[in-house]
């Protein structure tokens, strides 16, 4: 029997009890002990338009709903026409395009998420054998978009989890009790019987050399990741417990250099531009994210010009005061594009709290971007879609350590000398996978810096107030573009995206826009609030440094990540309530 049990339920919008966007959650076993939607009301702030459930006798799905395309008739969990059942935090850019080839389908709904289930449909329809992961792989690698999603297919007892090739979007894991628990956010796992949130201690060690955690892992004991580009098959044992029996990984990005010609600038532009048309697709509208800087003005003048039917399109920018460089820049590029510019600024009160919001929706320590949770925070107010600029510094060599990347292998090495993590406990060697250009910017897009650290940041605090923020410079096409430039149109000395600026001449930009050097976010962005903000934190750093001795050599030198982790340990450790004050939660997790 395919179906023993449907539920759905939309939620009382005064129940609702914040602005957010989609989120998922599963469970996975014969004797399942709760129900999906008990996880996902931790997640309800990432889908305020409807919360949904569906349940059988193995496995439980549940939905928290932001709606964008597909907007009457797009409610999940979906059940297909050959009884698979999706639940997906997802943008399909290419969806019409299935819909198209795929004639003759009866559709269900005009959601996007709809393809997933019909291409599975497609190639699993006449199958006895249940598909392994990589057969998995001929139909998942059709889709073109952000993508995070379950799929329970009755037929084989099989359960389908699957991430873009990016990891835009989340998809955390946790086996526990003979049963496989699913969700966006590692915060909904709290609600598994028997099982406790624990600060993961090897995890931390190599986060704070590295910066951000590697690969498939968190900053929680037992709990994973779905590997960016990942395909796990999960099926139900003979003893009835929930068991990987597959998986499979893309091959690793790699540059390979092609020579440049003179069309070649033509070409990265254009890849750029299909790009930012293909994320303007919505039945809602669309802004941007203005930083100031090349990445997103860049996105900002394209999104324009593929928008001739909007009369102005909303870009926002945030900062802490009008004469910040970034703020400055964002301002002559919103006037020079006549967008709709709404601005903010942060102040000290504003931090405090923005600090808060940042470890708790981000489940990470970094403090020092606490601007994202306050810019995401004015989207929402009018939005539920922006672009944005992230994934232009890795492919495109924006980061001021690839001028020197033997120098930045050799500090990471340092950061695990000071930890006293011997050589042998180190995953990766450092200071050969950054001895030149493309291996570090190869591990930086392979191994976590940009699903694990830039992606996290904008997917969480974006979602955390209903908004879906999308990634241009991540589109298949520009990635593949951007693979064929050889290191010296990505950085030449001191000069960072060489291609990209020589690219950028031909849209409609301000000349010393385009050549403007890159900043980096969050210490540019506040660097009076951040710096007194730690000037009024020493008894904190002194209290993480008696409780965690092995760190205070560590601390000492970043003591920003002793405030990270003191509000990391009362948020997600203690369980602490985030509308708590700043202060007192910093005093609460470097306690005893």
Not at 186 to 210: N, Q
Not at 238 to 267: I, K, N, Q, R
Not at 320 to 347: G, K, M
Not at 519 to 525: D, I, K, V
Request: proline fraction near 5%; include cysteine.
């Amino acid at each position: 029997m395919v179906v023993l049990n449907r539920v759905l339920r939309k939620v009382d919008k005064e129940q609702d009890t914040g602005h957010a966007m989609c989120g998922i959650a599963a469970v996975l076993g014969a004797d399942v002990p709760l129900d999906a939607k008990d996880l996902v009301r931790h997640l309800v702030h990432r889908g305020p338009d409807a919360v949904s459930n569906w349940t059988d006798e193995w496995c439980s799905l549940a939905h928290a709903r932001l709606s964008i395309v597909g907007l009457d008739n797009g409610t999940q969990p979906m059940v297909g026409h050959h009884g698979a059942v999706l639940t997906a935090n997802c943008e399909i850019y290419n969806h019409n395009a299935i819909r198209q080839e795929l004639i003759g389908r009866s559709w269900l709904t005009d959601s996007d998420a709809e393809a997933i289930l019909a291409l599975h449909e497609q190639h699993t329809s006449g199958t006895r054998t249940p598909p392994t992961a990589e057969q998995h792989r001929a139909w998942v690698s059709r889709l073109d978009g952000m993508y995070a999603f379950t799929l329970w297919d009755p037929r084989h007892r099989q359960m389908i989890l699957a991430r873009d090739r990016w990891g835009i979007k989340p998809l955390h894991r946790v086996e526990s009790s003979s049963c496989l628990w699913v969700a966006s956010e590692a915060k909904a796992f709290r609600e598994i019987p028997g099982f406790t949130l624990r600060l993961d201690s090897h995890v931390l060690l190599e986060r704070l050399a590295w910066e951000y955690c590697l690969d498939d892992t968190t900053l929680f004991e037992d709990v994973k990741q779905v590997p960016q580009g990942g395909i796990e098959v999960w099926e139900i044992s003979d003893a009835g417990e929930a068991e990987l029996v597959s998986f499979a990984l893309p091959s690793p990005f790699s540059f390979v250099p092609l020579p440049w010609t003179d069309g070649s600038s033509t070409e990265m532009i254009s890849s750029l531009r299909s790009s930012v048309r293909d994320r303007l697709m919505a039945d809602v509208d669309v802004g941007v994210v203005l930083s100031g800087g090349l990445d997103s003005s860049l996105v900002a003048s394209l999104a324009v010009e593929a928008s001739s039917d909007v009369e102005r399109m909303t870009a926002w920018t945030v900062s802490e005061s009008e004469d910040n460089p970034d703020y400055v820049a964002a301002v002559e590029v919103a006037q020079h594009l006549d967008l709709d510019h709404r601005t903010s600024f942060i102040d000290e009160d504003g931090l405090d709290s923005a600090i808060v919001d940042l470890v708790h929706h981000g489940e990470d320590l970094d403090v020092t971007v606490a601007f994202f949770h306050p810019l995401f925070q004015e989207v929402g107010h009018s939005h539920k879609v922006a672009l944005c600029g992230q994934g232009a510094d890795e492919l495109h060599a924006g980061y001021p350590r690839y001028s020197g990347p033997s120098e930045h292998g050799v500090s990471v090495s340092t950061r695990f000398d000071i930890l006293d993590v011997p050589e042998s406990a180190r995953r990766y060697d450092s200071v050969h996978v950054c001895r030149d250009l493309d291996r570090i910017q190869c591990f930086d897009l392979n191994h976590g810096q940009l699903s694990n650290f830039q992606l996290r940041l904008v997917d969480r605090h974006s979602m955390a107030h209903g908004v879906e923020v999308r990634v241009p410079f991540l589109g298949a096409t520009h990635v593949s573009t951007a693979a064929r430039l050889g290191g010296d149109k990505r950085r030449h000395g001191a000069g960072e995206k060489v291609a990209l600026r020589a690219a950028a001449t031909h849209v409609d930009l301000p000349p010393h826009i385009i050549q403007r050097p890159k900043l980096p976010a969050g210490r540019s962005t506040t660097p009076s609030l951040l710096e007194n903000m730690l000037d009024g934190a020493a008894d904190i750093v002194e209290g993480m440094s008696s409780l965690h001795p092995h760190l205070a050599s560590f601390f000492s030198i970043e003591p920003e990540t002793a405030i990270g982790l003191a509000l990391f340990d009362a948020l997600h450790i203690r369980g602490a309530s985030p509308k708590s004050d700043f202060w007192d939660l910093a005093q609460e997790g470097c306690s005893r």
